[in-house]
């Protein structure tokens, strides 16, 4: 026998009928909207990091012009600026069409109540 041995508790076998039940893995824990938010807080900060290293890296003067109007700007904010229209744009679509969907959707709720 082992010094290790010599010091460990003698247990009594307990019949299998009055074992306590144990969890076989590690308990889960719920995702709340918190950690969600947490974790889109950090891929936003790393998607800034890498938006601001591409305009450091990219600060070689462009010409843009629009409607007759011509500016010259570093291309990174030029590209930048131009990704944000298009998203303002994307966003001004969907949010049309979510509009679109919930008016549909009232309508059709409404439509159910009063038949019943």
């Given amino acids: 026998m082992t010094h290790a ?3 460990e508790p003698t247990t009594q076998a ?3 009928t009055a074992a306590p039940a144990t969890p076989t893995g590690p308990a889960k824990i719920k995702r709340t909207r918190v950690s969600g938010t947490w974790v889109a807080v950090i891929v936003a900060l790393i998607v800034l990091v890498f938006l601001l290293i591409f305009i450091l890296q990219n600060l070689g003067d ?3 012009q629009f409607l007759g109007m011509s500016a010259g700007l570093p291309l990174g904010v030029a590209m930048l600026l131009s990704a ?9 679509v969907g949010g049309a069409r979510i509009a ?3 008016r549909a959707t009232r309508r059709a709720h409404k439509a159910l109540q009063s038949e019943s």
């Fill in 100 to 102: 679109q969907l919930r």
């Fill in 5 to 7: 041995q010599d010091n």
């Fill in 62 to 64: 462009a010409t843009v």
């Fill in 84 to 92: 944000i229209g298009g998203a303002l744009l994307v966003a001004l």
């Fill in 14 to 16: 307990l019949p299998e």
